[in-house]
Nanobody, 128 residues
Framework: EVQLVESGGGSVQAGGSLRLSCTDS????????IGWFRQAPGKEREGISC????????HYVDSVKGRFTISSDNAKKTAYLQMNSLNSEDTAVYYC?????????????????????WGKGTLVTVSS
């Protein structure tokens, strides 16, 4: 059974930073992608970044590009999302997702394919 566990969420003031972690267990495929999605209050869930574990290629939507950095440690089966220069619009529940592959289309839409597995999410609150 695949299990994804996010950690690192919390409250931070605008301009601050947080690092989210996602540890996956039970996923046996060697080549896959890990992504981060978020859902703000009253808004639809959106994909913001993903990384291919096979070649390290990363993708970001424009709203987080230059502020967020995704990375992965394949040996630890852990992915990270370093979030800098946070603002109130970053307040959301952040979800880790594992799937076969992903890309960002038009700068604003993260598209993923293949079977997906989701974590339960971690809350990030940014206060101004």
């Amino acid at each position: 059974e695949v299990q994804l566990v996010e950690s690192g969420g919390g409250s931070v003031q605008a301009g601050g930073s947080l690092r989210l972690s996602c540890t996956d267990s039970g996923f046996s495929s060697k080549n896959y992608a890990i992504g981060w999605f978020r859902q703000a209050p009253g808004k639809e869930r959106e994909g913001i970044s993903c990384i291919s574990t096979s070649d390290g290629r990363t993708h970001y939507v424009d709203s987080v590009k230059g502020r967020f950095t995704i990375s992965s440690d394949n040996a630890k089966k852990t992915a990270y999302l370093q979030m800098n220069s946070l603002n109130s619009e970053d307040t959301a529940v952040y979800y880790c997702v594992v799937f076969q592959g992903c890309m960002v289309v038009g700068g604003s839409r993260l598209v993923h394919y293949g079977m997906d597995y989701w974590g339960k999410g971690t809350l990030v609150t940014v206060s101004s």
